[in-house]
């Protein structure tokens, strides 16, 4: 049979029909459209990182489990929940910096006027470089500030990204 391919476009190559359609849906400059429009652009990578993980689950944990009497949702909950606990938080981490970095959408998908309805960290950041001249103090402790939800996140996530690496290591002895 043919195989088939998931195919990867850049935001930049669909950014009109994309705000159009936005746009359409009463969307623009609302969170609800940036996170709808996140939420599609992040399915493909994480479908893919966690197919893997998915595809690993032993098939006779779950024909056990189903011997024993489970139903689907108890078998995903004890046992596929379990095994890809790792891949969830890979995913989960990545996403999110992915996420929480992306400055295209924030500067087309919202209104970044006075009038803007919630300003995005990245762009606040980014109206610190003017035209005349760079506020560096200003320009670092913003980037600080910016930079932390996502270093508490990598604090208390790391010994799982740590682990989920380690995993596949062989020891030689």
């Known amino acids: 049979g043919q195989q088939r391919q998931l195919e990867f476009f ?9 705000l159009q359609t936005v746009n359409s849906f009463g969307l623009y400059d609302n969170i609800w459209g940036i ?17 893997g993980y998915y595809a690993e689950v032993p098939d006779a944990l779950i024909r056990q489990a189903m011997i024993d ?16 606990k790792l891949a969830t938080i890979t995913t989960f981490v990545f996403q999110c910096t992915s996420i929480w970095n992306e400055m295209l959408f924030a500067l087309v998908l919202a209104n970044q006027g006075e009038s803007a309805q919630a300003p995005l960290a990245t762009i606040v950041l980014n109206s610190f470089v003017g035209s005349t ?11 600080m500030i910016l930079a932390l939800p996502m270093l508490i996140i990598y604090i208390f996530m790391g010994k ?11 020891t030689a002895s």
């Open 69 to 84: 009497g489970n139903g689907m949702w108890q078998i995903y909950r004890k046992i596929v929940v379990p095994n890809t």
């Open 35 to 51: 996170v709808m429009v996140h939420s599609i652009f992040g399915m493909p990578m994480c479908t893919t990182m966690m197919r």
């Open 160 to 170: 799982y990204l740590i682990s989920g690496q380690m995993s596949g290591a062989v």
């Open 133 to 143: 001249g760079v506020e560096i103090n200003q320009l670092m402790a913003g980037s």
């Open 10 to 18: 850049g935001s930049q190559a669909i950014l009109i029909p994309l």
